[in-house]
């Protein structure tokens, strides 16, 4: 059973900046993606980024040029790199890892961006 547990979340002002973490129970590079999501309170879980096994990235059109999604195989970590953050960015963030037909994901991280 892998195990992914996220930290990193809090509160921000606006225009400031978070780096989430993601510690995976087995090697990163095993994985053939691993994303970030994010569910804002009344909407939808959505994609935020994707981290494939290649190195290729990908990213959902709001946060493009912001956030960035990177991963350290040495210590088994994925991180998402936040910056001028706005208020529509609240949410808590979920890490998730593919690998074949399974999924797994982590309990969640709260970020919440107010003045």
């Known amino acids: 059973q892998v195990q992914l547990v996220e930290s990193g979340g809090g509160v921000v002002q606006p225009g400031g900046s978070l780096r989430l973490s993601c510690a995976a129970s087995?090697?990163?590079?095993?994985?053939?993606?691993m994303d970030w999501y994010r569910q804002a309170p009344g909407k939808q879980r959505e994609l935020v980024a994707t981290?494939?096994?290649?190195?290729?990235?990908n990213y959902e059109d709001s946060v493009k040029d912001r956030f960035t999604i990177s991963r350290d195989d040495a210590k088994n970590m994925v991180y998402l790199g936040m910056n001028s953050l706005k208020p529509e960015d609240t949410a808590v963030y979920y890490c998730h890892a593919a690998i074949a037909s399974y999924d797994y994901w982590g309990q969640g991280t709260q970020v919440t961006v107010s003045s």
């Open positions: 087995r090697n990163t590079f095993s994985f053939d993606s």
């Open positions: 981290l494939i096994r290649d190195g290729n990235t």
